[in-house]
């Protein structure tokens, strides 16, 4: 395995040891590999799963909340060719992700968007928009 892999893998696993969920995981998960534009205004809460194949496909700008128990997959199975595919997570400036969410395709979470805890994202969200449910569906829009 290479040198690089192994420090991803490193600092992907100890973000999941008790720390402060604003600047300090958020500096581990880059360290890690995930993109992460300003670590001291982004929240990664507890026991968030990020892909780590890929983490350099996860995308996060300033003031996005990611709270406990989330998985960000950037790597799937297409069921058409039966191979592995890649994708892009771009989860834009102020989006809140409700716990316990799962993205799972290659989608990009609009500025200040909500998605509801337990959901499961296959498709973009438009900025400033709540989605929720399996699969996450459009709810409302935000005033």
Known sequence: MKLQRLRKLLFLHL???PMRSRHIRPAFCKLGGVNIKD???TFIGERVIFDTNYPEDIIVESGVRITVGCILLTHFKDTHTGSYTRGR??????AYIGCNTV???PVTIGENAIVGAGSIVTKDIPDGEV???NPARFIKKRT
């Open 15 to 17: 973000q999941h040891l």
């Open 39 to 41: 670590t001291k205004n």
């Open 89 to 94: 997570i771009h989860i834009k400036r102020g």
């Open 103 to 105: 993205v799972c395709k």
């Open 131 to 133: 989605w929720a449910g």
